[in-house]
């Protein structure tokens, strides 16, 4: 079983950056990609970004492209989301988890990190 923890969350204000972090418990053969996804008070859970351990492929949801950037570090098992000229409407609990396959279905992630809260004021 993989756990994952996120971390690097916070307050900020419009226009500003942060990075989040999501650090794995092991690697295993199941977790062939890694995703972000985040959720909105009263909204479903959005995807947000995804990529390879492997390759570093990426795939990312249209209103995040250009602002943020994920990347991984294979050897400390860590996955990061980059994130800037953030907005009010980026505020959300963003969650990391894994997949057998790069996508943007939530369905297909098999393990979730507890989530870290970003807000964004205007």
């Known amino acids: 079983q993989v756990q994952l923890v996120e971390s690097g969350g916070g307050l900020v204000q419009a226009g500003e950056s942060l990075r989040l972090s999501c650090a794995a418990s092991?690697?295993?053969?199941?977790?062939?990609?890694m995703g972000w996804f985040r959720q909105a008070p009263g909204k479903g859970r959005e995807f947000v970004a995804a990529?390879?351990?492997?390759?570093?492929?990426?795939t990312y949801a249209d209103s995040v492209k250009g602002r943020f950037t994920i990347s991984r570090d294979n050897a400390n098992k860590t996955v990061y989301l980059q994130m800037n000229s953030l907005k009010p409407e980026d505020t959300a609990v963003y969650y990391c988890a894994s997949s057998r396959i790069l996508n943007w279905d939530s369905k297909s992630y098999d393990f979730w990190g507890q989530g870290t809260q970003v807000t964004i004021s205007s």
């Open positions: 990529i390879t351990w492997s390759f570093g492929s990426t």
């Open positions: 092991k690697r295993t053969f199941s977790s062939y990609a």
